[in-house]
């Protein structure tokens, strides 16, 4: 199968190259970037010297129509939508690492992102990719809506005590932390050195643009109207995420009990590792690789579940978990060229 990555000298974008370029069933066929359009792919990154020697393209729907069966797109929202329509009328499947087709109201995308929203008609066709819970209707789909990151790690963390009912929806409080790269890579002072180092922060409180999406991935999952409270904070490292997630339990309950509820629900898939009592999840722990680690505690003098997920930001918060939909599009092993080990230390 043949790829073209658009968006090709951001962070998501490179992860995506280190991750298809040890995919036994998929060439990258172009690397599209407009503003690097002309150079070689390894004097924007040496780190690829020798490794990817080719030039950056020019987004010619025509063209890459013809070459490649399925487009990522890892730029900016506000992007991908004025896109993918053509790429689909032609045949070709497209994975957006954007926001563009996440939120099913164009309203609520106009809200948040303030930027106009794609065609309802696209909207109706995408399917949310978070791949351990909606693998039947990836299967079907020609239009993915890669999660955001920070959903990522929080609706993992949270779903099984969803669909268990052990939680009480109303009250469900997201303490998340980032490492820069989420940013992307334009530069910017929030993410200038000086700013960041030895320095951590909140940002866009009560307007992150993650929010409307994880309650609409909660609505839908738990049947029930409801609103997060969800604060993010920028912290001084490069890759990772944590999400600390609180929700009162509705009957109590031992850890345990949580853990082996837990371990059944991911039981099938191989990225989920549940931690065993008493052990709680790092970031250095899944960093470079596609695996989400969860640690659960009830705690029975509150009466609140405290649930710990962690994620590498770049990867099974974005690149990992595009490939990994797209393994699962076209029916192949989902662990197929995201079988590398966590870097570590």
Known sequence: MKAAIVGGTGYSAVELIRLLHHHPYVEIETIVSHSTAGQEMDTV????TQIIQQPLDQLDVDQISNKVDVVFFATPSGVSKGYVPHFLERGVACIDLSGDFRLESPIEYEQWYKKSAAEEKYLNQAVYGLSEVYQNEIK???LIANPGCYPTAT???LL???QNHLIDYQSIIIDAKSGVSG???SQSLATHYAEVNENLK???MGAHQHIPEIEQM???ESGSDLQITFTTHLVPMTRGIMATIYAPLKAQIKTADVIHLYKEFYEKHPFIRVRNEGEFPATKEVYGSNYCDIGLYADDRTGRLTVVSVIDNLVKGAAGQAIQNLNIMNGWDVQTGLTN???YP
């Open 45 to 48: 990154y040496p780190h690829l």
């Open 140 to 142: 079907e789909s020609k």
């Open 155 to 157: 609706l993992l963390g």
């Open 160 to 162: 099984p005590a969803i």
């Open 183 to 185: 940013a992307g890579r």
């Open 202 to 204: 909140a940002y866009k």
């Open 218 to 220: 909660l609505k839908v």
């Open 341 to 343: 080990l966590p870097i």
